[in-house]
């Protein structure tokens, strides 16, 4: 059995996500989605409002996929899960670069080995950054984020 991790901090989870773990699912046994805690980070959402959204997001998707939060370093979690394949979605080259770095460091801490994954076309101009902003103006969000992620932001930012 072929298992791979999708890690992330995921503030929030997007379409462009759900197209990578959809796409994942297709082609390995089991998907583990890795929110990573992130504490030094100025998130909007905790780790378990993110850990609830993601699930909601890959409900129908079960048992293939799982998610899970984590703290500390990937590769830590990697060996407590007996994962050794990572899979990152890259949008642009400048995502390309950045990624390339971390894992080259993954490979060089773990052994393990990183797979890049472009989103589908009709996803490839979402970033939970963008969502963030629209959400934040109380914009419409269809067919940037899930409808449960959707109702998390118009109540993150009293949009009703």
């Known amino acids: 059995m072929i298992k791979v991790v999708y890690p992330g901090t995921f503030d929030p989870p997007h379409l462009g996500h759900l197209d990578i773990v959809k796409r994942s699912c297709a082609l390995f046994d089991k998907v583990v989605i890795a929110i990573?805690?992130?504490?030094?980070?100025?998130?909007?959402?905790?780790?378990?409002?993110?850990?609830?959204?993601?699930?909601?997001?890959?409900e129908e998707l079960s048992p293939k996929v799982e998610v899970k939060g984590f703290d500390g370093l990937l590769v830590d979690f990697m060996k407590k899960e007996d994962i050794k394949v990572i899979v990152r979605g890259v949008r642009l080259f400048t995502d390309f670069e950045y990624e390339l770095q971390i894992a080259l460091n993954n490979n060089n801490l773990a052994g393990v080995e990183t797979i890049f994954m472009m989103p589908s076309q009709d996803y490839i101009h979402i970033s939970s950054t963008i969502v963030r902003d629209i959400a934040s103006y109380c914009g419409n969000l269809e067919g940037l984020v899930h409808p449960y992620v959707a109702k998390k932001l118009k109540e993150k930012f009293g949009c009703f």
């Open 36 to 58: 990573a805690k992130s504490p030094r980070k100025n998130l909007l959402f905790s780790l378990e409002e993110r850990l609830d959204m993601f699930r909601a997001m890959v």
